[in-house]
């Protein structure tokens, strides 16, 4: 399984664009690359995914470059909302096998 | 998507007891998944529930101390058995949609507390 590396915590302002990046650097083949939002006390929501190149969609941005061993989520223009915990997971859907990186902790601040 | 409940939402148990979580889901899925998530960590997933077969175990869970039920594409049960406190975890229940293959909607969890 392909392990992942984020920051523990991020910090920014209302309005800014954040960017939180994660490593996976034996991410194989047949792995896509998905990232969660949760809440406390609720399950991961889905934000986005993507397999290569760059992905967006009404919420977020998803940046992977052409080796695949590291993604980028960009989030723009944040509000307190968005304050939450962002899990990056790699995981192969045609075996099942996924892998939650530990989150990143972003706190927006006024 | 798929709108997933859990049963029970939270629970204190005795040490050596028994507990079954429950996860219904308003549409038939093709894949539903076990995970845990202990308190301020990450997500590990536990299992893969199969319909009509025995469950896919990932390394260090094993079915004996997590039996694991799917009856329909709609049902899924999870039992911790045997608890200690280290048991004391959230336990949540995905599915993952044929139309939205490799994206997982999760349940509210079931939040475990072990005496």
């Known amino acids: 399984l392909a392990k992942t590396t984020q920051p523990i915590s991020m910090d920014s302002y209302e309005g800014q664009e954040v960017n939180i990046t994660c490593s996976h650097n034996n991410i194989a083949t047949n792995d896509y690359i998905t990232w969660y939002q949760q809440f406390p006390s609720q399950g991961p929501r889905f934000i986005i995914q993507?397999?290569?190149t760059k992905v967006t969609n009404e919420v977020a941005s998803l940046f992977i470059p052409a080796d695949r061993k590291s993604s980028t989520l960009s989030l723009p223009r944040v509000s307190l909302s968005d304050t939450a915990v962002y899990y990056c997971l790699v995981g192969d859907g045609v075996f099942n096998k996924f892998y939650f990186g530990s989150g990143t902790k972003l706190n927006v601040k006024p | 998507s798929a709108v997933i409940s859990q049963k029970p939402s939270r629970d204190i148990c005795q040490r050596g007891t028994s507990l079954t979580i429950q996860c219904q889901v308003d549409?038939?899925?093709?894949?539903m998944f076990w995970y845990r998530q202990q308190p301020g960590q990450s997500l590990t997933l536990i299992a893969t529930a199969n319909q009509g077969s025995e469950a896919t175990y990932e390394s260090g869970f094993v079915i004996d101390k997590f039996p694991i039920s799917r009856p329909n594409l709609t049902f899924s049960t999870l039992t911790v058995s045997n608890m200690s406190p280290e048991d004391s975890s959230i336990y949540l229940c995905s599915v993952e949609q044929r139309e939205s293959y490799n994206e997982q909607f999760f349940g509210p969890g079931t939040r475990l507390t072990v005496l």
């Open positions: 993507g397999y290569k």
């Open positions: 549409s038939q899925v093709t894949m």
